[in-house]
């Protein structure tokens, strides 16, 4: 797909379809009749006979092979003007790209002037009409035979026309430079989207190296070997149910920031999770091939910073594991000893996400890092306790969360907190070893942060993401086909777009 801004002209070659935004109760369309006086007519005539109000997602559809811009023209609903923000406009993009989709156009034009308000810039709308429209295009069509019949119909182009004089230049770049999110934020959706049996730890591990000589990151992959030696032992126990290694993933760029403080990125890449000997129902257990959303989020954000060229230091970290009952897999009761050197207890073996990330947060320690965040689908509770729509969030640094859930409330991925106190720590105490890796079945996203708690290096402010919930999606939303959603690639980036270390590190 491409996207580009162009002047409105009025004898443009033909687009398939073209598409006017229309907020709730716009009477007076003279304006827009230089555009395609004819489509300009009909649409008044609907409005007159209240056959179109401009509702939010209301789609008013007319054909004439006579129309100027495109045989087919329609007026989107965009709601109420005043209380139209930044959210309704992705939404908008959303409808603009379904409308496509559901006409078959391959190449859509919009007149851009029509979707902005006073409250909304154009630089961000732009941003916006970029971001989303790759997005919601995107479809998973990977393993899809192709037929004579039934050809691929993929949305070419969207051609963003408007009256616009000035400073296009710039919305240009707005529109390129979300090109390259949207783009990080599909390789999550791609590579999260491969089923277990395809992407597995060391084919995970081949394409972050991959990534990396793309974008010139560094990177480094320990493998089974390593791990023993290092005895990264929660990652190894794991995957001891696996046929296949293991693999620890390091990518690292920004090197030359590290006077500003460095980040660590830590990914849970569960390549699929059968729950191990506490096996999982069968009931939606191909969903956890969805379990290696965090290592995902992690890799296709260390290809983002190189492509934008952030001046901050930043070590993604994923193990990726296969938490499988194949091979020699991990009896319940069995006693580990961390990286860290404490010893855990693995009471139930389907609470592997803590086990691999315990490792790879405490690895982080030689990295001296000014802020740690992990990501993970790490419970099943997150998922019941905030659904689809938000991420749950705890950390021990109230400034390094509140940076964090800032950045995700202005790219559309939002987190809510939830409290980590130390008395939550209880129930995951040991009684034959320093830890256990399950608590007492209440307030399992929290028991799940303190266990990791345990493991990051002391004094170091850390954040936890529990993406149970939003790292794939089980039905089609605005700007994701059920699937992978890529969630935290745009979290991530923009957070660290403003990284500045000092700003919560000394109170
Ligand atoms: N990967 C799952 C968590 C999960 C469940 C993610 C559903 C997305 C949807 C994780 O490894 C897990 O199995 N957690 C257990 C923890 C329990 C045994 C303490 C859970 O949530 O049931
Ligand atoms: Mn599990
Ligand atoms: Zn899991």
Redesign the pocket.
Known sequence: MKISLTPLTRSAFQADLFVIGCFKGMKDLKPLRKTDPGFIAAAEAAIAKKRFEGKTGEVFSSYQTGYRQAPEAVLLGLGEKDSFTVASLRKAVGSVIGTANARKASKVRVLFDSFLTGAINRESAAKVFSETSFLAAYKFSQYKTRTKDDPPKALESVELVTEIKEGLSGLRSALAHSEKIAQAVILARDLNNEPGNIMNPPRLAREAKKLAAAKKLKCRIFGLAELKRMGMNGILAVNQGSPTPPALIVLECGQKYKKRGTVCLVGKGVTF?T?GISIKPSKNMEEMKYDKSGAVAVIATMGLLADLKLPVHVVGLAPAVE?NVANDPQRPGDIIKMFNGKTVAVMNT????RLILADALSYCERYRPAAIIDVATLTGMCHHTFGDKTCGILGNNPELIAAVQKAGEKVGERCWELPLWDEYGDCIKGSQSDLQNVGDGYAGTITAAMFLKEFVPAKTPWVHLDIAGVGNCTQNRFDCQKGATGFGVRLFTEFLSYWNAGAFLKK
Do not use: T
């Not at 389907?350 to 996400?353: F, H, I, L, V, W």
């Open positions: 999770d729950g938490n389907d609470a592997e996400g």
